[in-house]
């Protein structure tokens, strides 16, 4: 009996498990989507698109990278908000000194949002962070043509743990 016992507290404990999984998963789609919504809300926001028009302006940059830091403290799991233009350079970012002069118009993120889509990425390898990441991006329009990209990258494993610490099985 003891045997019989144990087996149903296995099988019990793997089926909890499988639906933590897919709970665990179901979560991490939604916050997606979220960060979909809220990449595609920030693309509007003025002190984006200021940067993008005068992209020379040391203060309407600086504004703008203060704007995009803001937003990402009130976004967990988000590693980086950044801004770029037309040619996929950056414009303005919340970590910018150091990807300042670094280009992304290789990137998926970049050309379906240059394509006006709202895009979220597969996982890949985030160049400014090193981790395995996925990127939300939306185009930027002024005067309703795209003139840049707005794009968030999102930690795997900060999201990954902040959906998981919420899960309880038993």
């Given at each position: 009996t003891n045997r019989l016992a144990d087996d149903a507290l296995t099988r019990t404990v793997k089926a909890e498990q499988n639906f933590a999984a897919i709970g665990a998963g179901k979560a991490i789609e939604e916050r997606l989507k979220l960060y979909l919504a809220t990449v595609n809300i920030l693309?509007?926001?003025?002190?984006?698109?200021?940067?993008?028009?005068?992209?020379?302006?040391?203060?309407?940059v600086r504004e703008a990278n203060a704007f995009l830091e803001k937003e990402t403290q009130d976004?967990?799991?988000?590693a980086v908000i950044g801004l770029l233009n037309k040619e996929g350079n950056v414009v303005a970012s919340t970590n910018f000194n150091t990807v300042s002069k670094n280009n992304y118009s290789d990137r998926e993120y970049f050309q379906q949002a240059l394509q006006g889509k709202h895009?979220?990425?597969?996982?890949?390898?985030?160049?400014?962070?090193?981790?395995?990441?996925?990127?939300?991006?939306a185009p930027v329009y002024e005067e309703g043509e795209?003139?840049?990209v707005l794009f968030i990258t999102i930690d795997i494993a900060a999201i990954s743990r902040d959906v998981l610490s919420n899960i309880k099985v038993g």
């Amino acid at each position: 009996t003891n045997r019989l016992a144990d087996d149903a507290l296995t099988r019990t404990v793997k089926a909890e498990q499988n639906f933590a999984a897919i709970g665990a998963g179901k979560a991490i789609e939604e916050r997606l989507k979220l960060y979909l919504a809220t990449v595609n809300i920030l693309a509007n926001a003025e002190s984006v698109t200021h940067a993008l028009r005068d992209p020379d302006n040391r203060l309407t940059v600086r504004e703008a990278n203060a704007f995009l830091e803001k937003e990402t403290q009130d976004l967990p799991g988000v590693a980086v908000i950044g801004l770029l233009n037309k040619e996929g350079n950056v414009v303005a970012s919340t970590n910018f000194n150091t990807v300042s002069k670094n280009n992304y118009s290789d990137r998926e993120y970049f050309q379906q949002a240059l394509q006006g889509k709202h895009y979220v990425s597969q996982p890949a390898k985030s160049r400014s962070t090193g981790k395995l990441s996925f990127f939300a991006s939306a185009p930027v329009y002024e005067e309703g043509e795209i003139e840049g990209v707005l794009f968030i990258t999102i930690d795997i494993a900060a999201i990954s743990r902040d959906v998981l610490s919420n899960i309880k099985v038993g």
